[in-house]
């Protein structure tokens, strides 16, 4: 039995999570109990999970560049981002075979490159290929666009911020993973 408690969640972000749950996870029973303290709501989720420990099924994000591609995924509840890896973009299909294997996704998100005047940037045309292949291969998976402006440079502001040294900031794919971080959470958060 796993015994999850979420202190101070909106009503909103409960429904997201209600949602979630009813909607992908491999569960035998869910069991909630709300208290509502100052237009908070206080969870206690009791989960008794299947063999795999799966909780519900995860969105995946890329970052997608000419050379290089970041990916980031959900946590297990689906609302919060993390870094996973940076791959070569022409490896890409074959990255996200293995990573389907490893951890089933139900959507993929991609950072839509913008330019300030909201019209589509110059690598958008490129972007647009890749997402058409990776349909192919995925047919059932949703993919969903989220604005990319600025992701590359509060992923570089983060790093500063964290005290990543200058060296390990000038790896590119550091970089990418972070900004595909940045996107993931940027669509969690427009998505509530």
Known sequence: MTSITFLSWSKERFSQACSIVSRNCCISQFCAKIHLLNGLVLIKFALFLHKKNLFCLRILALDIGEKRTGLAHTDSLGMIASGLKTVLTKDLIQELKLEYEKEIFEQIVV???RQMSGAHSESFEFIQQQVKKIS???PDLSIDWQDERFSS?????SMVDAGVPKKKRQEKGRLDEISATIILQSFLDRSL
């Open 111 to 113: 950072g839509e490159p």
């Open 136 to 138: 192919q291969y995925f």
């Open 153 to 157: 440079k509060l992923a570089l502001k």
